[in-house]
């Protein structure tokens, strides 16, 4: 027979592993559209794609060269 208490610490135990499980799924996602907007258009070979890229790499001191 389950106590109340026994139920209740269960069901956090449930919630805290779904809330670090979406975590890490959330940090996943960023990083990786990290690595896209900063290595998949930073070095585009469409010059006005590239260009933007450069101009908001400078004006947020992000050495690029």
């Not at 135990?13 to 975590?23: G, Q, V, Y």
């Not at 908001?56 to 050495?63: C, E, G, I, S, W």
């Amino acid at each position: 027979m389950t106590t109340p208490h026994s139920r209740d610490a269960a069901a956090s135990h449930d919630s805290l592993h779904t809330s670090l499980a979406s975590r890490a799924v959330q940090i996943t996602f960023a990083a990786l559209l990290g690595v896209f907007v900063l290595g998949g258009v930073g070095f585009s070979h469409i010059s006005a794609v590239h260009n933007a890229t450069h101009d908001v790499r400078h004006a947020n001191a992000f050495p690029c060269h």
